[in-house]
């Protein structure tokens, strides 16, 4: 139904609902959806719940990844998904937006927007994609600081301290950032650009007990694996972060290389999502339905 059905949403807040998908078996499959429609098609194919990535958000803005967009441009992007789809969203929180009382400003603007969690990395600015080179990391116990910081901010938001350390400092230097982390109160670790499938062995077994997040992006440093394939290494969750955008963009690509040699869409009708198909996605009809009910409701009677 919906959202404007107060009734009709979640009773149980964002970040309960987040942890909640988290605890039960099998790995925790969040696939990027960079707008409401893309949350909303991941919805109809079955996910439980969503990701948010800096990049996509960046790249569908037409800037790049560097740290330059603010807390309340990403909180647009959070409110929109959040509220067509309904699911919990992990959210791509870069590094912090400044210091200890910028990330707490963070959480808050975040938690209140709709997220059920965020991931802090440990990079300095101007920050770069995790798979890209000569990224330059932040002293370990400043992002410790940061992540005490967010974890006192939240009320329910699940906090992911993500380390992009293992390209300069080795596994063993991101194993002892992500110690220092969860001390710090992170709920989870999310080790960046592993390049090897014994990389995540090795961490897997440095953190016995420690939920785990992996990267599964394309064009990247990660070999390609499976969900399946990271729940085997015994990993808790996975994201696929720019998937859907990098899809959508080939997509537009062809369409307007297609208009711009035709003069004419033609060509491309078959590709494109019917209006019946839009319609259904983002539920006309039950708009419809409710402001037909509202009014009927309300219709005074001047018989009477």
Not at 59 to 64: H, L
Not at 173 to 185: F, K, N, S
Request: aromatic letters at 6%.
């Amino acid at each position: 139904m919906p959202y404007l059905i107060g009734s009709d949403l979640p009773n149980v807040p964002a970040g309960q609902r987040f942890s909640n998908a988290l605890s039960r078996p099998g790995i925790l499959k969040l696939p990027g959806a960079h707008n409401g429609q893309a949350a909303l098609q991941a919805k109809a194919a079955g996910f439980d719940a969503l990701y948010l990535s800096g990049a996509a958000m960046t790249a569908s803005m037409g800037i790049p990844d560097l740290g330059i967009i603010t807390v309340d441009e990403v909180a647009f992007f959070i409110r929109q998904i959040a509220r067509a789809s309904g699911l919990p969203l992990l959210v791509d929180g870069d590094t912090g937006y400044g210091e200890a009382l910028n990330v707490m400003h963070m959480v808050r603007s975040f938690e209140d927007a709709g997220a059920g969690a965020v991931h802090l990395e440990d990079q300095l600015l101007p920050k770069k994609c995790g798979h890209l080179n000569d990224k330059k990391l932040a002293l370990a116990s400043d992002m410790a600081a940061k992540v005490a910081a967010a974890a006192r901010a939240r009320r329910d938001l699940v906090i992911i301290a993500r380390t992009d350390a293992a390209a300069r400092e080795g596994i063993e230097g991101a194993v002892a950032r992500a110690r220092l982390y969860i001390e710090a109160g992170a709920d989870a670790i999310f080790p960046e650009a592993l390049t090897s499938v014994e990389m995540f062995r090795e961490v897997r077994a440095a953190l016995p007990g420690v939920k785990l997040l992996a990267n599964m992006t394309e064009f990247g440093r990660t070999p390609a694996l499976t969900a399946q394939e990271f729940q085997d290494l015994g990993y808790d969750m996975v994201i696929w972060p720019v998937s859907s955008l990098r899809v959508a963009n080939k997509a537009q690509a062809r369409l307007y290389a297609t208009l711009a040699r035709d003069g004419a869409t033609t060509a491309m009708i078959p590709e494109m999502q019917t209006r019946a198909e839009l319609y259904d996605t983002i539920g006309l009809s039950a708009f419809e339905a409710l402001d037909s009910s509202i009014a009927a409701s309300v219709a005074p009677d001047w018989t009477a």
